[in-house]
């Protein structure tokens, strides 16, 4: 049986790639940094690798024919691409919401870095390009459980998506036809803003959640200091001021995709109450 490998199998994403395609019957391999403490499906066979350490995917390609590819935000290694296209057909890229790139034209983000490599690789290729993940608000937990979420924007309407959809849609791209050369740009539907997000998680987990909006200046501070990265947090509050004025965008890629609409932001908060409690 020909496998199909999961780089990336135990992230939020990953893990549901892996669990619909084990119950679906395909032969599945998991590169994991260490396989006794994975976690997986008894039927999927678990390889040691790491993509900071190219060359230990060598032990796990051997028999793959597509590849699901996720980058954990570590430096670009072109050797891993390489080697996917050594032995892969295809290969499925979770990627972001980036510009596409001319030849020659810089790539000011690693996303779009890895999307040129992969392109030039001679691979069949997709790209599922993800609007912030509904998950990223577990960032908020802490905070939800004192009753009062502080945070910059209020205002900004956002349209994060269930990292369960994004499992359905990198699934069906990776044990389907027609997704060759595909740009999926996928998002929730519907935008809603911050301080509606905290309510929402309130409803679902019984308990009010208020709002107070933290000002730039605050947010930036405590916000560097606990990710470690100026220019990603600057990134981000720019992008949230945006989003008071223009909404985050809201596609139906998801929709033409699966058949169905995408899961709403209250189903997520539902399904991970307990991990607000």
Do not use: C
Not at 1 to 8: D, N, S
Not at 29 to 48: C, K, N, W
Not at 117 to 124: E, N, P
Not at 160 to 187: F, N, P
């Amino acid at each position: 049986m020909t496998k199909i490998l999961v780089i990336g199998a135990t992230g939020k994403v990953g893990r549901h790639v892996v669990s619909s395609l084990a119950e679906g019957g395909f032969g599945v391999r998991a590169l994991v940094r260490d396989p006794d403490r994975a976690s997986l499906p008894e039927a999927v066979e678990a390889v040691r690798g790491d993509l900071a350490s190219p060359e230990s995917l060598e032990a796990a390609l051997p028999g793959v024919e597509s590849v699901y590819l996720m980058w954990p935000g570590i430096p670009v290694q072109p050797r891993v691409v390489e080697l996917i296209a050594a032995h892969a057909k295809r290969v499925v890229y979770l990627s972001a919401d980036v510009a596409d790139l001319a030849d020659g034209e810089p790539a000011t983000v690693f996303h779009q870095e890895i999307e040129r490599l992969i392109r030039a690789s001679g691979l069949g290729w997709t790209f599922v390009r993800a609007i912030d993940f509904a998950t990223n608000m577990l960032g908020w937990a802490d905070q939800v459980r004192q009753g009062v979420v502080r945070w910059p924007y209020g205002q900004a309407r956002r349209s994060l998506i269930h990292e369960r959809d994004i499992a359905d849609v990198v699934v069906r791209a990776l044990t389907t036809e027609g997704h060759d050369g595909a740009k999926y740009v996928i998002t929730g539907p519907e935008s809603i803003a911050h301080a509606e997000l905290a309510g929402i998680i309130g409803e679902e987990i019984g308990s009010e959640v208020r709002w107070e909006d933290l000002s730039p200046e605050t947010a930036r501070e405590q916000l560097t200091a606990a990710w470690g990265n100026a220019a990603f947090v600057e990134s981000r509050l720019r992008a949230w001021e945006s989003f008071t004025h223009e909404p985050e965008r809201v596609t139906d890629t998801v929709e033409q995709v699966l058949g169905r609409p995408a899961r709403s932001f209250r189903s997520w908060a539902r399904e991970h109450a307990d991990d607000f409690r």
